[in-house]
């Protein structure tokens, strides 16, 4: 294939690894900006809105667009909630301790792991697409509802931007994220911001995972590489920064796709990913993070 | 605290108890009521989980089957499942607790070629035989011990080569391999670029996917133009991922033959939405998952045994899909050790060296419901059998035979003789 | 004096372990010493020093190869073979601490786990020397030390037992010297120490490599002992393992990591006798666990009773 069409292909790619990626991200930057707990079970919480989704599409009859708009609906809050609940029943008291919330968190890594396993088996099962448009370009076919993931993305980006910037629960979860004792001395109720960070946390990451799984399927092991990605964007974005989470998710996706374009798959991954650690290395507090 | 400590003492001495009683008394006359014990190693989590638990079901069956007939020289047979999380180090482990703790005369099952690899040290040093029903070249190429065997199904290299001949014949020379970047996959592109060439065709592109890969689409414009054939098989979770994303890829436009292995497609439907483009394609099958019109007279009963239908899924859930051409091999592994045990009278574990003499010894092996997938040769020397292939082609939405290969045609030289091997 | 006299009634309660537990057990006591090495290396890392790494099966994995690599390649035996280890483990400690060690907290454990991570997939790109995926079982000249058959019972629970005993006693000597402290302080408040004239970079360096020694000793006594060297030993579950035996056994103290990879072996042991569904037991069990000893076990036990645990 020749270069240009290559190109267009690897940043296509790049783009929909990206959206998934911020949306992912974005649940995990809020948790561990405003509540400083490492969630290892976050990917787990991706892996959940997959199965939801596709436990939701298999009872609801009718067309898939309305399945799965079911799906979108559904499977974000049932994981919210279930956040919710971890987060009352295990989280809080620890105190959301760093290092006991990283145990308690693969705990619950390993609980949903094998609840899925058990209770949906281990096979990777599809759910139809919304609808199938398909490109088709000169040189390869490309699915149309790909770029429909980059643009739903999109939209739930600017939804939660408006969220935490316009909103007075945004506004608060800001605040105790900046200084959690002065937030309490407000007479915010940090019990509840924190509970409320960890389920829109865990549901944006169970969104993502709904959108994907037209792509990709659903199976109880899916969780592991969004978790690694999720927090290799971002750290890389800058501890807190939603902007630079987002921009983060674009430059780790899109090089991850034009790198591939280089050399063969595996060492193409090998420079991907020193590359992204180097970039650490030489700018510790991130892209767009401030000093510490 | 105490379970982990003491567990063991009473089901060791009780498995030895046993065994010397056994060993005391001629014949099997004492031995009736102490079962053959053999412990199953699965992929129940992990990566492998898919083929684990139909490894099970089978091999349940094939129990199920063998005791009703009377069991292995009169003696009950039990099957202890133990997971290994698709892991090589808890694989080992696992050997460890079969054969010491639970007291197996022997183990067998393992699918996954990484756990095979990290468990048969222990095996070896254990002295227990160790069936492996893997399908990898790591038996056959000599990388392992006399303890490790593989009868029960076809290694890659056979299978593979196999395949070139019809390729080239049918579907064209010049051919783009996609597999995944680890053994197994290393296997295809070493021994199919080798068979091809024999027969005049040649590889253009090799592109090997990283095991952790979960999206494919970006390789695929690495494959050349000029490509006639496009080879492809992968494994794990994402395998449907990957086939969805060559239709995408390919879509309407001009696309060169398809040719997979069916792992590509293992436990997973043909008919599934996204996977139009494969009509028409080609598979390596071992044995047709969607009953052949010529199928041999055991294949009714191996899968009602199963409980598997005319299509390869499950009688009480027509989605959930087998892996028909892998799990047949734990059948034909249960047979197979009854068979070497009758042959030995074997009596308990020490005669585990005995019994492995007597797998060594056997050679041909019929077609039969012992065999359902069709008649087998062992080669002793190797430790590997080899049977018959298949390929099939995709005829609405639907995996049908085309042609069978002969056991002859994926002979090979040996690389290994283990009988020369000490225990 | 109490320290030590409770470390060494450990050992020697050890070293009588063969005679009343079964062989199976006994070998998985082995297993498990060799696993507490690799975590003790971790905690002098994370709980003494606080570098929260999620490299380490890296490190791992480096001393397994450097060992199992020359006895495959170059026939060595297994005392060259074990040194070899060991010191592949701490070179790549260190080159990897001059990298990664300009960055701190949660920036430095996702530095080292893309080092990990990129490491694990140049095992896989150079399969056709370190076997890929696949590994390779360790030829069995390479398995004898001084005469005697590491893959056999006695010798293999014995070279266990001693590479468990010197890593306990080194990493109590370790934390009870000035060196400790430092690395302690490093961990507390490190503008600090840096205000009474330490450097914090070469401590954290050397702690690191320290670290990389006893987990670069314990890949390649499991390739020599258990016989097996693979890549999956490169791969993310281990570096979050030891974590999970130092936390909790309990972060900063020197019998930790022993009784926490014995917990969980244990567990693990328990779970599937119970269930198939046995990850959901252990996965309770953790939560439970960190719900009532959030310090790890014995961290909880020093702050609550016996002040003077190391």
Known sequence: MAFGPFLLLALMEGLVTAAILALAASGLSLVFGVMRVVNVAHGEFYMLGAVLAWAVTTMIPGPPAMAFLAAVLIAPLLVAALAAAADGLILKRLNYDPEATIVATIGLLYILQQAALSLYGPNANPVAAPFTWRIQLPWFGYSGYKLFVVLAAILVLLALWAFMTRTRAGLVMRATQVDRTTAQAFGINVDRVYMGTFALGAGLAALAGVLIVPVQQAQYLMGHDPLLLSFIVVIIGGLGSLRGTLIAALVIGLSDGVISMFFTPTLAKILATLLVAMVLVFRPQGLFGAKA | MTSFIHPTRRGLLMAGGAGLLAAALPGHVGAQAAPIRIGFQLHRTGIGAAYGRWYERTAQAALTAINEAGGIGGRPVELLFEDDATDPKRGSEVVDKLTQQAGCDLVMGTLFSHVVMGSAPRAAE????????????????????????????????????????????????????????????????????????????????????????????????????????????????????????????????????????????????????????????????????????????????????????????????????????????????????????????????????KLVEAMEAITDLPYGIERPQGAKRFNGKTHQVFGSQHISQVQGGKLVKVHATTIDEGLYEDAVDYTSMSF | MKPWILHIALIAVLATAPLWLSPYHATNLARIMVLAVFAMGYNLAFGYTGLLSLGHALLLAAGMYAAGLPAQLWGWAAGPAFIAGIAGGGLIAAALGLLALRTAGVSFMIVTLMFAQAGYLTLLYFAHVTGGEDGFAVVSSGRVLLGSDLSTDTPRFLAALTIFAIGLLASLALVRSPFGRTMVAMRENEERSRMLGYNPFTVKLAALTLSGLYAGAAGAAYALLFGYVGASFATIQYSILPMLYVLMGGAGTTLGPFLGALLMFALIEAATVLTTAHQFIVGAALVVLILFAPKGILGTIRERWLRWLP
């Open chain 2, 126 to 353: 254990l002295k227990v035989p160790y069936l492996v029903c893997s399908e990898g070249y790591h038996v056959a190429s000599g990388a392992l011990n006399r303890w490790t065997l593989q009868p029960g199904i076809t290694d890659v290299r056979a299978q593979i080569s196999t395949m070139a001949p019809w390729v080239a014949a049918n579907l064209g020379k010049k051919v783009t391999m996609v597999f995944p970047d680890y053994a197994f996959g290393h296997d295809h592109r070493d021994f199919f670029t080798a068979a091809i060439q024999a027969q005049g065709g040649e590889v253009v592109a090799q592109i090997a996917v990283p095991p952790t890969e979960t999206s494919f689409t970006r390789y695929f414009p690495q494959i050349p133009a000029e490509t006639a054939v496009l080879y492809h098989v992968m494994v794990g979770p994402a395998v449907l991922t990957f086939v969805k994303e060559l239709g995408e890829f390919y879509g309407t436009g001009a696309k060169p033959a398809l040719f997979g292995f069916v792992d590509s497609l293992e436990a997973v439907d043909t008919a599934t939405p996204g996977l139009e483009f494969l009509e028409g394609s080609h598979f390596w099958e071992a044995h047709p998952r969607v009953k052949a019109a010529d199928a041999g007279e055991h294949e009714d009963h191996y899968r009602a045994a199963v409980g598997v239908d005319d299509n390869g899924a499950s009688v009480s859930d027509a989605k959930d899909v087998s892996t028909y051409s892998h799990m047949f091999s734990t059948w034909e592994t249960l047979y197979f050790i009854k068979q070497a045990m009758e042959a030995v009278d074997y009596a308990g574990p020490a005669d585990r060296q």
